[in-house]
């Protein structure tokens, strides 16, 4: 399969920061999504002091995203009979905790643009931006201590300590990637990037009173669903452009940071000049090494496994006796994971 054909399948559309699953999704998560916005402000409003730090907490949740694991709070909640208002809190703290490790994460990458604004630490500074992040990590525990059963609690502050496991891992990774197995590397994105994803959707289960059966299967649809988006974004980090993820691509490549694409290329081509070669002199080498990673197959493994897992993830939310309309945009987003073009 070629770049461009890896970069339009499928078409999905982004409005009010929504999923972009299909058209006909749009209206019922953009009604959800926007009482979580709505939370989001509650949680800080304007007008507290330092105001630089808020101003900082604040800014990537004001450049929109995705909002893809509080939707999956709301939608879990509603799958298993709940009434999701009841979960809109944790959905929120959800999202929070989820933005403050954004916030970390750019200043451990050094990157520059997230979410196509500038990053938190390149505007106010590292120490702004690491405290900006703390702040929003006591703003989702002040919030959940409030209004979260201690249940959800626990398992979200759970997850965290896994991202915190998986965060190190990934660093640890970039000192010597050639040695890095596949098993490793999907340990370590199911740890920093599917454990969040689990909690919110079985957070959404447990606060909506699924059963126990129920809370396991949408459990797991989140932590495949999680690794499938994950691995999707190693292919678009690789395939896509600037304008379209509004985040910079390649940096993958460039900074040879883990990346399931690379591992993959590093254990299966022993051609000439070697994968270092393209990777030390930079952009110019790009459209080659890109060459290289199709013609290898690097690309289309990556891209398959994302699918795999999300198809195993509609496997799970098929097992039990969920709300079928919610369980029909349940098996879209878990499409949506391994198919989406931002």
């Not at 399948?9 to 749009?26: C, E």
């Not at 509609?314 to 994971?337: M, P």
Request: with cysteine; charged share 25%.
């Amino acid at each position: 399969m070629s770049n461009t054909e890896f970069i339009n399948k499928p078409l999905y559309i982004r409005k009010h920061g929504l999923l972009g699953i299909s058209v006909d999704l749009v209206k019922i998560l953009d009604s959800k999504l926007r009482l979580i916005e709505k939370e989001l402000e509650k949680s800080m409003p304007i007008g507290l002091h330092p105001r630089e730090l808020y101003d900082a907490a604040r800014h990537l949740i004001n450049a929109g995203g995705k909002k893809f694991r509080p939707a999956l709070t709301l939608l879990s909640c509603e799958a298993v009979g709940g009434n999701f208002r009841d979960a809109l809190p944790t959905a929120a703290s959800i999202e929070l905790l989820h933005t403050a490790s954004l916030i970390h994460d750019d200043i451990l990458d050094g990157d520059a643009l997230r979410r196509g604004v500038r990053t938190v630490h390149s505007i106010w500074g590292e120490e702004v931006a690491i405290t900006a992040g703390d702040l929003l990590i006591g703003k989702a525990v002040e919030i959940m201590a409030l209004a979260t059963p201690p249940r959800v609690v626990n398992l979200i502050a759970r997850a965290c300590v896994k991202m915190c496991e998986g965060e190190i891992l990934d660093v640890r990774f970039r000192e010597n990637l050639e040695k890095v197995a596949e098993a490793q590397y999907l340990q370590m994105i199911k740890k920093k990037s599917a454990s969040l994803v689990r909690a919110a959707t079985e957070s959404g289960a447990i606060i909506g009173g699924g059963s126990r059966k129920a809370v396991t299967a949408l459990s797991n649809f989140g932590e495949l669903i999680g690794l499938a988006f994950q691995l999707r974004d190693d292919v678009l980090n690789i395939t896509s452009t600037e304008t379209r993820l509004r985040k910079p691509v390649r940096t993958d490549m460039l900074a040879k940071r883990p990346n399931l694409i690379m591992i993959h290329a590093l254990k299966s081509y022993s051609g000439d000049p070697p994968i270092d070669h393209f990777l030390k002199i930079g952009n110019p080498g790009i459209k080659n090494f890109i060459r290289i990673l199709n013609d290898i197959g690097a690309i289309e493994h990556v891209q398959k496994l994302s699918e795999k897992f999300s198809e195993n993830a509609k496997r799970e939310v098929s097992k039990v006796g969920l709300e079928h309309g919610v369980e029909v945009i349940l098996k879209r987003a878990a499409d949506f994971a391994s198919q989406r073009v931002f």
